[in-house]
């Protein structure tokens, strides 16, 4: 099975990976706590492309099991997609930059952990995947976004 | 004759307090509805007494007679009324098991949970088993309906009530989960052969597929192909939850034994825990949301007849189900 690609390995040089894959912590202020993966290269405006980036990412709190079943599902398909695991602490200022690159949507729900994005645009969180999949609509998508080949 | 030896016993001395209710207080007895027709014993002439007392003794003697008689009577429906509790309890037990049942007194479930402290679940509880008994209506109602000369748009609306309450269902649990996710996940509101065969709560929406499709009479291509590739996202939908739930548990065991063990306070865990059991009210939710997005897909494919008769095949199995609960719970025990 693929392993997702993470920010975290990929952005940052730091300390060998410890059992939990490590965080992109950025750090606007550059005041806050010292923390294990310091090195602040960037701050929470590079999510934009992030999400511009990748056909697929799923941005979703450490540890959740509900992103980890959306993680399972896209990879059963054939999809690698990019996961962003945020931390505690960022999720308030994570909720505000999604929600900005989301605005001019025409949609009032409040954002949501997991939140999935797929070809630069908001998506939704499991259960909007697991409804699409069900009718058939979620392949096409990932296939027109690029996620897929076949 | 031996007045000595007799005993007149009145009413009153009987010394038997609180009959129960079916049959009725002591006093009732006493009304002359009870046997009467012998014929007093005859005396023998005894020159001791004179006329009066003579039929005084009489009167006594048959009185005293009488009064025996309506004890063994009422020892009688005593007896009847223990054979009758005994019975009752046995059924009660054997709904209980099946968990219609709601709980009036001090008892718990298999795993100690008392259902009545838990309003939202005895809530349940009770709406559920009206749930159930709805639904052996409908499913009998479509039976007769798909007998008879019915028209399509008559059918159609059989089929909206039908999903809608199944859509129902779901609703209830939701807020059932809210009270208690565990008895939801326990199985302790369905029956044994039904809980047997569930997933995360509730029916394996690929198996109900594959109950299914042979009673959907007559598809199209495009309808098999379609149903294939419904059978197939589910099947890989069912496969994402149940592996977040795998991950939920390890993560789980992993908080739980965080820090030294043996070492006391361990408060930090327990909370730490608690957090995390809260992702199962939505694991939960989340399998409903699959088996109510599978019964919409389905039959968007499928005309009003077919669906119909997937209702019906549908109402059916799951009363199998439950009659099969019912015969194993009250199977005769075999000796070791």
């Not at chain 1, 994005?117 to 058939?136: D, K, M, Q, V, Y």
């Not at chain 2, 006093?27 to 014993?41: C, F, G, Q, V, W």
């Not at chain 2, 029956?191 to 199209?220: D, M, N």
């Not at chain 2, 939920?248 to 957090?275: F, K, R, W």
Request: charged letters at 25%.
């Amino acid at each position: 099975m693929h392993e997702p690609i993470l920010y975290g390995n990929l952005l940052l040089q730091q300390k060998p990976p410890t059992l939990r894959n490590p965080n992109l912590n950025p750090n606007p202020n550059n005041v806050k706590g010292i923390k294990e993966n310091a090195s602040s290269l960037y701050d929470f405006s590079d999510l934009k492309n992030m999400v511009k980036d990748n056909a697929v990412i799923v941005f979703g709190k450490k540890g959740c099991c509900m992103s980890h079943v959306i993680k399972r599902l896209l990879q059963a398909l054939g999809v690698n997609p990019a996961v962003y695991e945020v931390d505690e602490v960022d999720e308030n200022e994570v909720v505000i930059e999604l929600e900005g690159i989301r605005a001019g949507d025409g949609k009032q729900c409040s954002m949501q952990f997991p939140a999935v994005f797929i070809g630069g645009r908001w998506f939704g969180g499991l259960e909007r995947i697991i409804a699409s999949h069900i009718t058939g609509e979620l392949t096409p998508l990932l296939k027109q976004a690029g996620a897929l080949w076949l | 004759m031996n007045f000595a030896s007799t005993q007149f016993v009145p009413s009153r001395r009987m010394g038997i307090c609180e009959p129960l209710p079916q049959i009725g207080m002591w006093s009732d007895y006493k009304e002359n509805n009870y046997l009467d027709t012998s014929t007093p014993a005859i005396l023998e002439v005894d020159s001791r007494f004179d006329n009066q007392q003579l039929r005084r003794l009489a009167q006594n003697r048959e009185a005293a007679r009488k009064c025996r008689l309506r004890k063994k009577a009422y020892v009688q429906q005593l007896e009847n009324s223990k054979l009758r509790l005994m019975q009752l309890e046995q059924e009660l037990e054997r709904a209980r098991q099946q968990g219609l049942y709601v709980g009036g007194g001090l008892d718990t479930g298999q795993l100690g949970y008392s259902r009545t402290t838990n309003p939202g679940i005895a809530t349940f509880e009770m709406a559920y088993g009206h749930w159930v008994e709805e639904q052996n209506k409908k499913t009998a109602d479509l039976r007769n309906a798909l007998c008879s000369d019915i028209t399509d748009l008559e059918l159609s609306s059989f089929v909206d009530d039908g999903m809608n309450h199944y859509f129902d269902l779901f609703l209830m649990k939701e807020t059932a989960a809210k009270a208690d996710v565990f008895y939801l996940m326990s199985g302790m509101w369905e029956t044994s052969a039904e809980h047997f065969l569930s997933w995360i709560g509730g029916f394996r929406p690929s198996e109900l597929l594959k109950v299914l499709e042979p009673h959907l009479g007559p598809l199209t291509e495009k309808q098999s192909l379609e149903l294939s590739n419904l059978k197939q996202s589910c099947q890989q939908a069912e496969d994402a939850l149940s592996q977040g739930l795998e991950r939920l548990h390890q993560i789980l065991s992993e908080t739980v034994a965080d820090g030294l063990l043996g070492e006391g306070n361990y408060l930090p865990q327990i909370n730490a825990a608690l957090e995390k059991l809260k992702a199962m009210v939505r694991f939960v939710g989340q399998a409903d949301h699959l088996r109510k997005e599978t019964l919409l897909q389905i039959s968007r494919n499928l005309n009003n007849r077919q669906a119909a008769q997937g209702l019906l095949a549908l109402g059916e199995y799951f009363q199998r189900l439950r009659v099969l609960s019912s015969f194993w719970t009250s199977r005769p025990r075999e000796s070791s």
